[in-house]
């Protein structure tokens, strides 16, 4: 079994900043893919943000510049650093992960997601 949990969401004045954290547990061999999405009401989740485990990154062009994704392979944790906010980036964000999953020799990768957890930037 693996778990992941986030946190690091909250309410904040546009122009601020907060830093979203989800780390891993459980059952881990390693983790290929780390994704930030983000899901308003009434709309399509959205990829924000993904680091391979070569550390690339990719970034939708709506936060290129202000937000930055990053990786801790030591501690199974994927971050994103959100400075210079905007309104429009009101939503709840969800961390998605690809994990490889060991069983005695077998290697198995399986997708998890975060809970979500909740950033309101107000004007």
């Known amino acids: 079994q693996v778990q992941l949990v986030e946190s690091g969401g909250g309410l904040v004045q546009a122009g601020g900043s907060l830093r979203l954290s989800c780390v891993a547990s459980g059952n881990i061999f390693s983790i290929n893919d780390m994704d930030w999405y983000r899901q308003v009401p009434g709309k399509q989740r959205e990829l924000v943000a993904t680091i391979s485990s070569g550390s690339i990154t990719k970034y939708v062009d709506s936060v290129k510049g202000r937000f930055t994704i990053s990786r801790d392979n030591a501690k199974n944790t994927v971050y994103l650093q959100m400075n210079s906010l905007k309104l429009e980036d009101t939503a709840v964000y969800y961390c998605?992960?690809?994990?490889?999953?060991?069983?005695?020799?077998?290697?198995?990768?399986?997708?998890?997601w975060g809970q979500g957890t909740q950033v309101t930037v107000s004007s």
């Open positions: 998605r992960l690809d994990v490889v999953v060991p069983s005695g020799t077998i290697r198995s990768q399986f997708q998890y």
